[in-house]
């Protein structure tokens, strides 16, 4: 099954000029469109497109978008109106033209109006894939065959040949017929010419399994071809076409195959029972020996294709470097490795880690048995000439037969090894030649900027050498930090820190969002937190955001309950406290220090977050305004970094909208059900329609799991994604889950490390913001 993936590409924010021009494209002849991949391993939605030379292309949502939407031929601005309002985020005309013309153009999906058809498009070529291949039955037979033999995939008739065989086997073993058929094969050796053929003809009926699968599952299977797969002849069946079909239907497809294969060893043993033939009953057992084989999953046989299907992700071998590239310590986690979803990235990581070992140690040996392997070709060729010599003398067809096909079994493996060398050849040929195209693009860029220097005026005076050339980055080399988890931690400590296998990439990317999460701030930055319904965990949020920033970026930061009924923020930090919000807007004139206003603050002990009580006093009969939470806020920004507001349940509420007046930044809390996004979307539109676009924009969506194995649907993220900045998910936690006082240490670490994730996205707003006026 070949097939082309292309990386997925994100569109930038920016607007789309509405007067730019550009060249007018169109999308290739003969496309057909084969909808979305079904149990996709991928975190974002993919999409198959088949070209007019049959080969399946894998494309991110985007890219999909840009080829449906060039028919019929639009210039670039026009391409990138219609493609922005289809994804719901805006594709600049450099985006759109950058797309087409490094992805979509290459693959021979979308071309130039004015252009001809491309003739050679970007195709898949793995390096272990069948080469050499012939056509034995075209599509069009094939199909036919395969709708005949479609019902033998009926659940009951697939039950009962699993059944047979069984029993089959215990008969077969139990009835000592064995030792008999092989002497049977030693007496008469030209009767292992017959196994060779009834082996040939199972493994076609094996193709025709797979093609008969393929056509139960609703897909249309291609051609059925041999080709040299490594150094052997091999069947193949073009099942590409399945690729469209869900889960199910493709594993069906790769294990028709050996469905097919039951099916003859029933109908052998039925002969063998009926003749008492031992050639049948010898090849009952090769045909098994066979179909265990096809279940090994290190190369592209029917177990490989299995786990392939199980995973989600159709080519494990093209992620066999990304995975080795981000196992390596100290280097980012690779784009084809982070587009897995994570137990897809475990298993394809497992399977990696157990393959590449395997093909290391057979390489080896192969290169090694290599010239020992040519001469007993050689030797096998000569011997069987000197017995088709013989057995033409005696005019003994049979045995000139067996010769023959013995020379051409002893061929075929010498020309899949000319093959093979000659591929690795030129595959070592073309990376040394992009390499020394890449240096010698290095070395012009670097003559340009030795250039431009000509242009520039000559500095006056050398550098004067001072004591600020005494820092870590100058008298020191860089140093790989040591690990803190996991057996990298236990190597680096039991090695009496001698050996550094540096940080995990799970540890890489936590250090890269704390460093994020640490960005300054100038002056200060206020965030509100929000939802349209109760019980969804606003508060709780609310906490734990606050405290993930306060315990790890240091400056002063404040979470103030805004939700007039009954708020419960203050008690789920420290024992109660007299002072409120109440009291700070009647004494407002008199705070006049940081040292002043904390008198009226509760203060975790743990995290040093503080938080500024809501009015709960049963005889309060009237909310805050608007305009008390504007001077609320006012003075706060003189004595904090970083101001979160835990707002009310209420988005017609005079005070909240007056809080968002005030917010620089949204986070909304929705719950992981259909009811939880269909609430948060709304909240979303109601801003839109109200002047609130640019926070809608910048928001952060937090999806709060109130249960074990609560997680949004698919759809729901992707919607949030579109709209706003991130969209977070927060494990259930018991920790959370009290209500009382909140102990952060508690927590479980998947739930900090989203935390840090939320706390990081909104903290990339910081700098961008630039300082308040």
């Known amino acids: 099954m070949n097939?082309?993936?292309?990386?997925?590409?994100?569109?930038?924010?920016?607007?789309?000029?509405?007067?730019?021009?550009?060249?007018?494209?169109?999308?290739?002849?003969?496309?057909?469109?084969?909808g979305p991949v079904q149990g996709s391993g991928l975190r974002d939605p993919a999409y198959l497109v088949r070209r007019i030379d049959d080969q399946v292309?894998?494309?991110?949502?985007?890219?999909?978008?840009?080829?449906?939407?060039?028919?019929?031929?639009?210039?670039?601005?026009?391409?990138?109106?219609?493609?922005?309002?289809?994804?719901?985020?805006?594709?600049?005309?450099?985006?759109?033209?950058?797309?087409?013309?490094?992805?979509l153009e290459p693959l021979g999906l979308v071309v130039a109006d004015e252009a001809e058809e491309p003739e050679r498009p970007m195709k898949a070529r793995p390096l272990l894939s069948l080469t050499l291949k012939a056509t034995l039955v075209p599509a069009r037979r094939v199909r036919v065959l395969a709708g005949l033999l479609a019902p033998l995939f009926w659940p009951p008739?697939?039950?009962?040949a699993l059944v047979t065989l069984v029993a089959a086997d215990v008969l077969l073993v139990t009835g000592g017929g064995f030792w008999q058929a092989v002497s049977e094969v030693f007496a008469t050796p030209t009767t292992a010419l017959l196994i060779y053929a009834l082996l040939i003809c199972a493994a076609v009926v094996h193709e025709t399994g797979h093609a008969a699968a393929c056509c139960y599952g609703g897909a249309d299977p291609g051609e059925i071809g041999v080709?040299?797969?490594?150094?052997?002849?091999?069947?193949?069946?073009?099942?590409?076409?399945?690729?469209?079909l869900g889960r199910a239907g493709r594993v069906r497809t790769d294990l028709g195959g050996l469905h097919f294969n039951v099916l003859t060893v029933l109908a052998l043993v039925?002969?063998?029972?009926?003749?008492?033939?031992?050639?049948?009953?010898?090849?009952?057992?090769?045909?098994?020996?066979?179909?265990?084989?096809?279940?090994?999953?290190?190369?592209?046989?029917?177990?490989?294709?299995?786990?392939?299907?199980?995973?989600?992700?159709?080519?494990?071998?093209?992620r066999v470097g990304p995975v080795l590239r981000s196992l390596r310590p100290g280097r980012p986690v690779d784009p084809r490795v982070s587009e897995l979803r994570p137990g897809a990235r475990r298993f394809v990581t497992a399977w990696v880690l157990m393959v590449v070992p395997l093909l290391a140690v057979a390489v080896v040996w192969f290169v090694w048995a290599l010239p020992q392997f040519v001469g007993h070709g050689r030797e096998g060729?000569?011997?069987?000439?000197?017995?088709?010599?013989?057995?033409?003398?005696?005019?003994?067809?049979?045995?000139?037969?067996?010769?023959?096909?013995?020379?051409?079994?002893?061929?075929?493996?010498?020309?899949?090894?000319?093959?093979?060398v000659w591929r690795l050849a030129t595959t070592l040929a073309t990376l040394v030649r992009?390499?020394?195209?890449?240096?010698?693009?290095?070395?012009?860029?670097?003559?340009?900027?030795r250039m431009d220097t000509f242009d520039q005026p000559p500095v006056a005076e050398p550098p004067v050498l001072s004591a600020a050339d005494f820092t870590d980055a100058v008298m020191y080399a860089p140093r790989v930090p040591p690990p803190r988890h996991g057996w990298r931690r236990a190597v680096y400590e039991g090695s009496g820190h001698a050996v550094n296998p540096g940080p995990s990439p799970t540890e890489q990317r936590r250090q890269e969002l704390e460093r994020r999460l640490r960005t300054p701030i100038e002056g200060s930055r206020r965030v509100v937190v929000l939802s349209r319904k109760g019980g969804v965990g606003k508060t709780t949020i609310t906490l734990a955001l606050g405290s993930t920033f306060a315990m790890l970026r240091g400056d002063r930061v404040i979470a103030v309950d805004a939700n007039p009924d009954a708020g419960n923020l203050a008690h789920r930090v420290a024992p109660p406290h007299d002072m409120n919000i109440t009291h700070v807007l009647r004494d407002l004139d008199d705070i006049t220090s940081y040292a002043a206003l904390r008198g009226y603050t509760s203060q975790a002990i743990e995290s040093r977050l503080e938080v500024l009580a809501s009015d709960d006093d049963p005889r309060i009969q009237m909310a805050l305004a608007r305009d008390d939470y504007h001077r609320l806020v006012g003075l706060l920004d003189h004595f904090y970094n970083l101001i979160l507001l835990d707002t009310g349940t209420g988005i017609l509420d005079s005070?909240?909208?007056?809080?968002?007046?005030?917010?620089?930044?949204?986070?909304?809390?929705?719950?992981?059900?259909?009811?939880?996004?269909?609430?948060?979307?709304?909240?979303?539109?109601?801003?839109?329609?109200?002047?609130?676009?640019?926070?809608?924009?910048?928001?952060?969506?937090?999806?709060?799991?109130?249960?074990?194995?609560?997680?949004?649907?698919?759809?729901?993220?992707?919607?949030?994604?579109?709209?706003?900045?991130?969209?977070?998910?927060?494990?259930?936690?018991?920790?959370?889950?009290?209500?009382?006082?909140t102990d952060m240490s508690s927590l479980h670490r998947t739930t900090r490390d989203s935390l840090v994730d939320i706390a990081a996205a909104v903290a990339d707003n910081f700098v961008r913001m630039g300082a308040r006026p």
Request: charged fraction near 20%; charge should be neutral.
């Open 157 to 160: 008739v697939v039950v009962a």
């Open 57 to 103: 292309v894998q494309l991110s949502e985007l890219l999909h978008l840009v080829v449906v939407h060039s028919e019929p031929p639009r210039g670039s601005a026009e391409l990138a109106d219609a493609v922005s309002t289809a994804y719901g985020r805006t594709l600049t005309v450099e985006g759109v033209e950058h797309l087409i013309t490094t992805r």
């Open 381 to 420: 060729i000569r011997l069987q000439q000197l017995v088709f010599d013989l057995a033409w003398q005696r005019r003994d067809w049979p045995a000139m037969a067996l010769a023959v096909v013995s020379i051409t079994l002893l061929l075929v493996p010498l020309v899949g090894v000319a093959v093979m």
């Open 227 to 244: 080709g040299v797969y490594l150094v052997f002849p091999a069947f193949y069946t073009d099942v590409t076409d399945s690729y469209r």
């Open 270 to 318: 039925a002969g063998y029972l009926a003749t008492g033939s031992g050639l049948l009953l010898l090849t009952a057992f090769a045909l098994q020996l066979q179909m265990l084989q096809q279940l090994i999953p290190v190369v592209r046989f029917d177990g490989y294709f299995i786990l392939s299907d199980l995973a989600g992700v159709p080519d494990l071998f093209s």
């Open 3 to 34: 097939h082309t993936r292309t990386a997925p590409q994100h569109a930038t924010d920016t607007d789309v000029p509405s007067g730019a021009t550009g060249p007018r494209w169109r999308r290739a002849l003969g496309l057909q469109f084969l």
């Open 434 to 449: 992009r390499h020394l195209q890449i240096q010698a693009a290095a070395r012009l860029r670097t003559e340009e900027r």
């Open 655 to 741: 005070a909240n909208q007056g809080l968002l007046s005030e917010a620089d930044q949204v986070v909304l809390v929705v719950r992981a059900g259909l009811d939880g996004g269909r609430a948060g979307a709304l909240t979303l539109d109601w801003m839109d329609e109200h002047g609130f676009g640019d926070l809608v924009s910048r928001a952060v969506v937090v999806v709060n799991a109130q249960r074990h194995g609560a997680a949004p649907p698919e759809k729901m993220r992707r919607h949030f994604e579109k709209r706003c900045q991130r969209v977070v998910t927060v494990p259930w936690d018991g920790a959370l889950e009290q209500g009382a006082l």
